[in-house]
């Protein structure tokens, strides 16, 4: 069992930025990868980043490559994601996950077992 919580999202304009942050319970084999998932309303969640506890391999979905750069602190248990040039396209509720590999969490949020409460993320124009 890993328990997630998220914390850094709020009101912003467009070209604005903004960091997340996500503190796991548990860091072990099978949370060796850490990950960003994103739901706009009446939308499917999403892949945005994921990172690895171990060398910090990561991965980012094709739309916010350049803009967002996922990070982690072993010593905290804690991963970041740090978010510019933020546009209204990205407002979504922005969730944290955990998984054994960083390959499942690029293929989408199905295999996901665990996941934060979310922290909502509005970009204005």
């Known amino acids: 069992q890993v328990q997630l919580v998220e914390s850094g999202g709020g009101l912003v304009q467009a070209g604005d930025s903004l960091r997340l942050s996500c503190v796991a319970s548990?860091?072990?084999?099978?949370?060796?990868?850490m990950g960003w998932f994103r739901q706009a309303p009446g939308n499917e969640r999403e892949f945005v980043a994921a990172?690895?506890?171990?060398?910090?391999?990561?991965s980012y979905a094709d739309s916010v490559k350049g803009r967002f750069t996922i990070s982690r602190d072993n010593a905290k248990n804690t991963v970041y994601l740090q978010m510019n040039s933020l546009q209204p396209e990205d407002t979504a509720l922005y969730y944290c996950?955990?998984?054994?590999?960083?390959?499942?969490?690029?293929?989408?949020?199905?295999?996901?077992?665990?996941w934060g409460q979310g922290t909502q993320v509005t970009v204005s124009s």
């Open positions: 996950a955990a998984d054994r590999w960083i390959a499942t969490m690029t293929r989408g949020p199905n295999a996901i077992n665990y």
């Open positions: 548990v860091r072990a084999l099978w949370t060796s990868a």
């Open positions: 990172i690895t506890w171990s060398d910090g391999t990561t």
